[in-house]
């Protein structure tokens, strides 16, 4: 595959251009781009066909008509034969000589056709033109979304659950809301799909985003100054960031009952079947923080005298970290003040027996 591709997107505004001739291809992307659109350029339609078929969702596709091996008119056809495709806009760039046959293309389901030559202000007018076909996706998004990220990923929609076809539209979703100031696309690829070339990673991005968009329903990402972030009017929960805004309440209060409340929300560690490294890593340090909270919950409320409230806390720290010999020693000694001599012996015994198995 032959595609011409930079990471640093301006828009999410993706265009896919197929044409054989590499001049052609440059003058597109340099239109194109100057005026805010992603590009993806592809020399064989086969190729680009190819990126279709495994999820690339573009919101216009531009193709020369005479190519070698498969025509534009081939290509076209097999496109429409992709039902998420039929809405895509499709523009066909043609020769004078070939106008007479254009017929054929729209019969075909192409929407338009540009004669070449042409110059810059014909071809963005045109491609904007043709993006209206493309604009039930595009609906701002409705409802009150819900998004757990303690335990198994959730996205909930006035309290329905969303069912998910694609694990890494999930993944991108929790990606950019650990990332509110916003990513690249670069940074995405290097999170998502380390390894791969500039052109796949791009062509996986954009294609995750449509699965994301279809899912959540409507521009749920923006794009600014080569940066994506998630829609700042999106009303949106996320368990995640109010336990941190809680934790922090905590921390800053002292207070026995914030403790409480951002223990509460911390069901289970961070995106519970997802591997990337970026996700282990996150879930590490909230794993880390949690294990302090905890610590700490139960040391201010062994201090002030409240014993059930640190035996509650102590044991709950024996759960999180179970390989801890300092949560159960902590714990076992809180008994013993409290005068349960065979509650300490039963948590040393608990202890030693979890050693025991390793």
């Not at 600014?224 to 999106?234: E, I, P």
């Not at 409240?306 to 159960?328: G, I, Q």
């Not at 809180?334 to 012996?345: F, S």
């Amino acid at each position: 595959m032959t595609a011409e591709v930079g990471l640093e997107h301006r828009t999410d505004r993706l265009v896919v251009a197929v044409d054989d001739e590499p001049s052609v291809r440059k003058l597109i992307d340099l239109i194109l781009s100057a005026a805010g659109f992603s590009v993806l350029t592809f020399e064989r339609p086969q190729d680009a066909l190819s990126e279709l078929e495994s999820g690339l969702r573009p919101d216009v596709i531009v193709s020369d008509v005479t190519m070698p091996g498969m025509d534009g008119f081939a290509f076209c056809r097999a496109v429409r034969a992709t039902a998420e495709l039929r809405a895509v806009p499709f523009l066909f760039l043609t020769a004078l000589d070939e106008r007479a046959s254009m017929r054929q293309g729209m019969l075909l389901g192409a929407d338009d056709y540009l004669t070449k030559p042409f110059v810059k202000r014909e071809l963005v007018e045109a491609v904007e033109r043709r993006l209206a076909r493309f604009a039930e996706i595009r609906r701002p998004a409705g409802g009150k979304l819900r998004v757990y990220g303690f335990g198994s990923p959730t996205v909930e929609r006035d309290a329905e659950r969303l069912e998910w076809d694609s694990l890494k539209a999930l993944e991108l979703l929790f990606y950019l809301l650990e990332h509110p100031r916003g990513v690249s696309t670069f940074e995405v690829a290097e999170a998502l799909w380390p390894g791969k070339t500039e052109a796949k990673a791009s062509s996986s991005f954009h294609t995750t985003l449509y699965r994301l968009r279809k899912v959540i329903g409507g521009e749920v990402v923006r794009s600014a100054n080569r940066r994506y972030y998630l829609q700042g009017g999106l009303v949106l929960e996320y368990d995640v960031a109010r336990y941190r805004a809680l934790a922090a309440a905590a921390r800053r209060s002292g207070a026995l009952a914030d403790y409480a409340r951002g223990a509460e929300l911390y069901r289970a560690d961070f995106l519970l079947g997802v591997d990337s490294a970026w996700a282990e890593t996150t879930r590490l340090t909230l794993h880390t923080e949690h294990l302090a909270l905890l610590v700490a919950a139960a040391e201010l409320a062994d201090r002030a005298g409240d014993y059930e409230a640190a035996t509650r806390f102590y044991s709950a720290t024996t759960l999180h970290e179970p390989y801890s010999e300092s949560a159960w020693e902590a714990l076992a000694n809180l008994w013993e003040r409290r005068g349960h001599l065979a509650k300490a012996a039963e948590v040393r015994g608990r202890f030693e027996s979890l050693m025991s198995e390793l």
